[in-house]
């Protein structure tokens, strides 16, 4: 039944797609204006390590007791994962009678996918008391549909880059403005370490419309120490806490995020303590970013003493953060299942990472149209001195073909899109 009704929402997907929030302001005052009845928001955007950076987040107002809605995207098996309502995932009864009111307050009208899951997240979240809602931008943010909230609490941009040119604009300076739009007047704004370029942009924004800019490497600075301690120092604050669990060094980085947003915003939780971050930092959980698998069918066809990761990074910048974490891997032989949308750099995401693999099954994604062909795929590996890269028909086929061919035992990383990677864990059970 959710798919009919999402199969419905698609087909109202306006003719061309242009960046506005007319649409979604429409069908929110038909709605009744729900993004106006929320509880704090902390609104995230930047390109990469946004969804980890707001699952830190959500784990540690957890572990302080504090109820948290969140909203992101996409989702990798259940449409349902987008929308997390006080802790809580809805019931498919419930998700498909919010799909279906937002529907017909639409009342047919040209409405994008994202705009109206949107709209449909702000009404559940109005319904529902909690202490903070984390809201994290689809695509850009000057224009995103969720950039209707006018006076969140926090605003926070994890690293800027290359990323949707076809919609953000093709130099990272356009992509930087679109991003510094969920900047609000004095509002503070959290913000990774950028290029100088990126950071400029930033800095002129926040400038201009008077942003109070918190920085990372000048106002909080994060370091692992040699027990894997993990050290943040912000303005007035030292905490030595638990290495994140999501595996990846980035991660470091991206708990630093969340960590200054919890020092900013500390004052008005009276239920945050060092115990609730170290309790928090150790139950983060977001799938396909670096995850090893542990149990199903997938890893059943591997001989025991071999490992199977998966990450859903697909750009350039993902893919040398996963390069940079592949060279701590050096005790088994690497290979590697890549599949990747045909409208992403391509080549961009292979530069830093096909030579890292021994061997490499290229598939299409299933039932996605924009899918690059599996043939298509093996020959940029080659291109990049990836020499053992080959075409396979599924997952499975490339796995069988991988336990035949590369010396064990070996660890295997699917990777390239979460697309690709929703498919895994929907196939791994």
């Known amino acids: 039944m959710i798919d009919a009704v999402l199969e419905r929402l698609t087909r109202l997907h306006p003719k061309v797609i242009d960046l506005s929030l007319d649409r979604v302001l429409r069908l929110l005052a038909a709605l009744g204006d729900p993004q106006d009845r929320l509880p704090p928001v902390i609104h995230v955007a930047g390109t990469n390590g946004k969804g980890s950076t707001v699952a830190t987040l959500r784990a540690l107002f957890e572990a302080a007791g504090c109820r948290v809605h969140v909203y992101t995207s996409p989702h990798l098996v259940r449409f349902a994962e987008r929308i997390r309502i006080a802790g809580s995932l809805p019931s498919d009864a419930g998700m498909l009678s919010l799909l279906e009111e937002v529907e017909a307050a639409n009342a047919g009208q040209p409405i994008t996918f994202f705009e109206i899951t949107t709209a449909a997240a702000f009404l559940a979240f109005s319904r529902v008391p909690a202490d903070v809602c984390i ?3 689809g695509l850009g943010g000057r224009l995103d549909a969720t950039n209707v909230v006018a006076h969140p609490a926090l605003t926070l941009l994890t690293p800027i880059a290359m990323d949707h040119e076809q919609f953000l604009g093709g130099r990272i300076e356009a992509i930087a403005a679109e991003k510094a739009g969920i900047m609000k007047r004095a509002v ?3 913000v990774a370490k950028q290029g100088r370029k990126a950071m400029k942009v930033l800095e002129a924004r926040s400038s201009e419309i008077g942003v109070p800019l918190i920085k990372e ?3 909080f600075f994060v370091r692992t120490v040699s027990d894997g301690t993990l050290v943040y120092k912000g303005r007035a604050v030292e905490w030595r806490l638990p290495p994140p669990v999501l595996a990846g060094a980035f991660q470091h980085r991206n708990a630093a995020l969340a960590l200054a947003a919890i020092e900013r915003l500390w004052p008005d939780f009276p239920g945050l303590s060092l115990a609730a971050l170290e309790k928090g930092i150790r139950a983060v959980e977001w799938p396909a970013r670096l995850q090893r698998l542990t149990t199903g069918p997938l890893l ?7 490992e199977l990761w998966l990450d859903g990074g697909h750009n350039p910048h993902a893919a040398e953060a996963l390069a940079q974490h ?4 050096r005790d088994k032989p690497l290979a590697a299942v890549f599949g990747i949308l045909a409208n992403k750099d391509v080549d961009g995401y292979l530069e830093p990472l096909a030579a890292r693999f021994h061997t490499l099954r290229t598939v299409a994604i299933p039932g996605e149209p924009s ?3 599996a043939e298509a795929a093996a020959a940029a590996a080659i291109r990049h001195f990836c020499l053992d890269a080959k075409p396979a028909t ?3 086929a490339a796995l069988r073909d991988l336990r035949t061919c590369v010396p064990g035992p070996a660890r295997i990383l699917i990777c390239g899109s979460l697309y ?3 498919t895994v864990l929907a196939e791994n059970g």
Do not use: Q
């Open 135 to 137: 809201l994290e931008t």
């Open 188 to 190: 503070a704004c959290i």
């Open 217 to 219: 490497g000048e106002d």
């Open 300 to 306: 059943d066809l591997l001989p025991a003493d071999w």
């Open 326 to 329: 592949t060279r701590t891997w």
């Open 371 to 373: 899918a690059l062909a």
């Open 394 to 396: 599924s997952v499975e």
């Open 420 to 422: 690709l990677a929703g």
